[in-house]
């Protein structure tokens, strides 16, 4: 027996209802806010994921599936949506089309993490990129259409913070503040937040280890260090936001795991599903399409983890819609009957009507319960009686009562409301 590679998972049929309600709310989502659907593949060339989500991120430095293809050449899976979809957007020239120009997906990433709950090393993310607009109302819409989404899965308590990382311009002031706070104490930090205190040490407010932690805790923040540009810009996002009825929390210790952001930086986060507690987060990245060798325009995006919205909707009891069930199960005795069964089938199924039939030889008691397991809403039997009569009649399992219904009005009958 192969096992399931760690840290993936399946779809089993008796769930991937689930999978379809979130994957039809994201593109109704997506539709409402008119973002069109791109595809890119799942693996790229491993310079672009280092060019556009940056060297210093643990992303890249520890978490890619990265091989060589029998070319020699360097593949990665793709660990994240948004750098494929900005080479799209650059190799397309879609920047000569009318701005913005706004996309979502829905696709698989990998990440060589350790699995636990709600951490996989496959995962599916839907996304949204606009690009081209550097305006604040781009980032209040994005941030609106992310709660949009979560909240037509029926979810609850999701709180949303939200925090500027500034430009260049004043990152460039910000880090330095960093690495003066951070010189005294560098000794005693770890071996990451060294090679970002060098590289990028505004990465250093990223990490996890406990000790890096406090040390974290009394370093300047950012939100003192915007220029006027990035200032006004965050103050007119909230002020949408505002406008929007969002309620969101300003929190000065998002600085996000990828290297490309800039300005407006946000996370949807719940308590309810323990540590990994981000089931959306995005931000604006106005330089990386620049940065991948494209025209100088401004973007910004989300991604949502498709598991872990997943493990919070049955965490917390969310409303999935209920699955789909077979309309009608016709049940055939013999050569003919069932022959007879078969072709009914066949024409229901042929003008849209679930219909299902024995693939088992079984006894036509074996075949009611087999109908009645599989949730049909309709059984019908046809006998010998029923094939010289042409009629049969029609068991709604629900309540048990039965109808006579010709065979040949079988679909007029199952498509009006009963
Ligand atoms: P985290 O802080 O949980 O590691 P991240 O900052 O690495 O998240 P992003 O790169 O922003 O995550 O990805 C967007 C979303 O994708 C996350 O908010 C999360 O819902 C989901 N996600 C990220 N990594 C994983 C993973 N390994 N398994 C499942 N979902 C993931
Ligand atoms: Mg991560």
């Known amino acids: 027996m192969i096992n399931i590679p760690k840290g993936t998972k399946d779809v089993l049929p008796s769930q991937s209802y689930k999978w379809q309600f979130v994957e039809d709310v994201a593109r109704e989502t997506a539709k409402t806010f008119n973002y069109k659907e791109v595809r890119t593949p799942v693996f790229e060339y491993t310079e672009l994921f280092q060019r556009g989500v940056g060297e210093t991120t643990d992303v890249v430095n520890k978490e890619m599936y990265t091989f060589e293809d029998k070319g020699g050449r360097s593949i990665t899976l793709k660990p994240e949506g948004t750098a494929g979809v900005a080479r799209l957007f650059i190799e397309n020239g879609l920047a000569s089309s009318p701005l913005p120009v706004k996309t979502f997906y829905i696709t698989p990433a990998f990440r060589y ?22 305006s604040p109302e781009t980032d209040a819409e994005v941030i609106f259409a992310a709660s949009s989404f979560l ?8 709180e949303l913070q939200i925090n500027s990382i500034g430009c260049p311009i004043c990152r460039n002031e910000y880090n330095k503040a960093l690495k003066k706070y951070f010189e005294p104490h560098l000794e005693s ?8 205190y060098e590289k990028n040490p505004l990465r250093m407010l990223d990490c996890k280890e406990e000790n890096c932690k406090a040390i974290n805790a009394n370093a300047p923040k950012i939100l003192d260090y915007l220029c006027e540009d990035c200032k ?7 002020a949408l936001l505002n406008v929007l009825g969002l309620k969101y929390t300003v929190n000065p210790r998002i600085v996000r795991g990828l290297d490309y952001y800039t300005k407006t930086v946000f996370e949807f986060l719940t308590g309810k599903i323990g540590a990994q507690s981000a089931v959306c987060a995005g931000g604006r990245y106005d330089n990386l399409l ?3 060798g494209g025209n100088s325009l401004p973007a910004i995006g989300f991604a949502a983890g498709i598991e872990r919205l997943l493990l919070l909707m049955e965490t917390t009891g969310a409303p999935f819609p209920a699955e789909q069930k077979p309309r009608i199960y016709i049940a055939g005795m013999d050569g003919k009957t069932r022959s007879l069964a078969f ?21 036509i008691k074996a075949q009611f319960k087999y109908a009645d397991k599989i949730g049909a809403e309709f059984v019908a039997v046809i006998g010998e009686e029923e094939f010289n009569a042409g009629v049969v009649n029609v068991k709604k399992m629900a309540d048990g009562s039965t109808s006579a219904v010709k065979i040949k009005e079988l679909y007029t009958y199952l498509t009006k409301e009963i």
């Open 343 to 363: 072709e009914t089938a066949a024409y229901l199924r042929t003008n849209g009507v679930s219909a299902e039939v024995d693939h088992m030889q079984r006894s």
């Open 113 to 134: 993490e350790r699995p636990q709950a709600g951490r996989l090393r496959e995962f599916h993310q839907f996304g949204l990129e606009v690009f081209g607009s550097p």
């Open 151 to 158: 909240d037509k899965l029926g979810l609850k308590d999701i």
């Open 232 to 238: 006004s810009h965050f103050e007119e996002v909230k």
């Open 290 to 292: 620049s940065q991948l």
């Open 189 to 196: 930090m770890c071996q990451t937040c060294k090679t970002r």
